[in-house]
């Protein structure tokens, strides 16, 4: 399980969304079809049903933005 170990610096959530995405709005709409304040509201509606609690075989669990991410990808 090495390919998810260096999810947090060199994933798809850490590098294109958090260094690239989250500076610009516009790309940001581009990208996703919706903007940030839409992304936010989509969040708070289902970011609890989507979120995954730790475990022991599952120490950081997806987080729901980074669920949602991918999901409008």
Same mark, same amino acid.
């Given at each position: 399980?090495?390919? /998810?170990?260096?999810?947090? !610096?060199?994933? &798809? +959530? /850490? !590098?294109?969304?958090?260094?690239?995405? =989250? %500076?610009?709005?516009?790309?940001?709409?581009?990208?996703?079809? !919706?903007?940030?304040?839409?992304?936010? /509201? !989509? =969040? +708070? *509606?289902?970011?609890?049903?989507?979120?995954? $609690? +730790? *475990?022991?075989?599952?120490?950081? $669990?997806? +987080?729901?933005? %980074?669920? =949602? &991410?991918?999901? =409008?990808?």
């Amino acid at each position: 399980m090495d390919l /998810y170990k260096n999810r947090n !610096v060199e994933g &798809y +959530s /850490y !590098v294109l969304i958090k260094n690239h995405l =989250l %500076e610009n709005e516009e790309t940001f709409r581009n990208f996703f079809r !919706v903007n940030r304040r839409q992304f936010q /509201y !989509v =969040l +708070s *509606c289902i970011g609890t049903i989507i979120e995954k $609690p +730790s *475990c022991r075989r599952i120490k950081k $669990p997806i +987080s729901a933005d %980074e669920k =949602l &991410y991918v999901t =409008l990808r």
